[in-house]
C-alpha cells in the first residue's frame, strides 16, 4: 500500500451525448485502465478509471450530470492506448432511474444493511473492492467522524486488483463542504458497489 500515498492527479473526460447515450471520451493522449465492467451503474462524481499520461497517473471522474449503464463495444486489455476523443465507454441511462443519484444506496449489492436515514449526504463505493481507511498501515486515517471536510478531499481508498483508487468527496448539492457524521465501513473491509460508506451532513 505504499504506492498509496503518492499523490494521485485528477482529470475530467469530455461527454458527448449522441443516440439517447453518453459517449465518455479520453480528455488526452495515453493508456486507460481500471475502467468500469459492463453493466455497472454510474452517476456523476463516480471513478471511472485512470489514465497514464507520461508516467503520471490521473484519477478519471464522471462529471455531473451524466448517469446510466456502462456499455463497452469491445474487447481489451489491461491498459488501453488512447487518443484525445477516443471512446472510452458508453453510458445508456437506466429506465429505473429517472434522476442521478435516486438509486438507493446499496440496493440489490448484497451490502449489509445500514441505517442512512439520519439525513444527510451517503457517500457510495464506487467500486467493488477492499476498503482502506489509511494510506499505508501505520499511517492516520484520512478522516474521521466530526471532522470537517472540504470538496476534493479523499476519505479513503479502494483497492481493485492491485489499483488504489481515492475516494474523493465531491461536495453536495447545498455545499462544497460538509462534517463526517458517520463511517458505515471499517479499514481492510471488502465493499459492494453502491454500499454506503461515509454519511456526511
Not at 23 to 39: D, F, N, R
Not at 41 to 55: E, M, S, Y
Not at 134 to 150: L, N, W, Y
Amino acid at each position: 500500500m505504499a504506492n498509496a500515498q503518492s499523490e494521485t492527479l485528477q482529470l475530467q473526460p469530455l461527454v458527448e451525448f449522441k443516440e439517447s447515450q453518453y459517449l465518455v471520451l479520453a480528455p488526452t493522449v495515453g493508456y486507460y485502465s481500471a475502467w468500469p465492467k459492463p453493466g455497472a451503474f454510474l452517476a456523476g462524481g463516480c471513478f471511472i478509471g485512470t489514465l497514464r499520461v507520461l508516467n503520471t497517473y490521473h484519477d478519471l471522474y464522471l462529471p455531473e450530470g451524466c448517469y446510466g449503464r456502462v456499455v463497452v463495444n469491445e474487447d481489451r486489455d489491461i491498459a488501453l492506448p488512447v487518443d484525445h476523443g477516443r471512446e472510452l465507454f458508453r453510458l445508456n441511462p437506466d429506465k429505473d432511474f429517472s434522476e442521478p443519484g435516486e438509486q438507493t444506496p446499496g440496493a440489490g449489492t448484497g451490502a449489509e444493511d445500514v441505517d442512512t436515514s439520519g439525513g444527510g449526504y451517503v457517500v457510495t463505493a464506487f467500486t467493488t473492492g477492499i476498503f482502506y481507511a489509511k494510506p499505508s498501515p501505520d499511517a492516520p486515517p484520512f478522516v474521521s467522524e466530526g471532522q470537517t471536510i472540504e470538496k476534493g478531499k479523499a476519505l479513503g481508498l479502494i483497492e481493485v486488483m492491485k489499483t488504489f483508487n481515492h475516494i474523493i468527496f465531491h461536495g453536495t448539492d447545498k455545499s462544497s463542504t460538509g462534517v463526517i457524521k458517520k463511517a458505515y465501513v471499517k479499514d481492510s473491509q471488502e465493499v459492494k458497489l453502491g454500499q454506503p460508506l461515509f454519511l456526511i451532513e
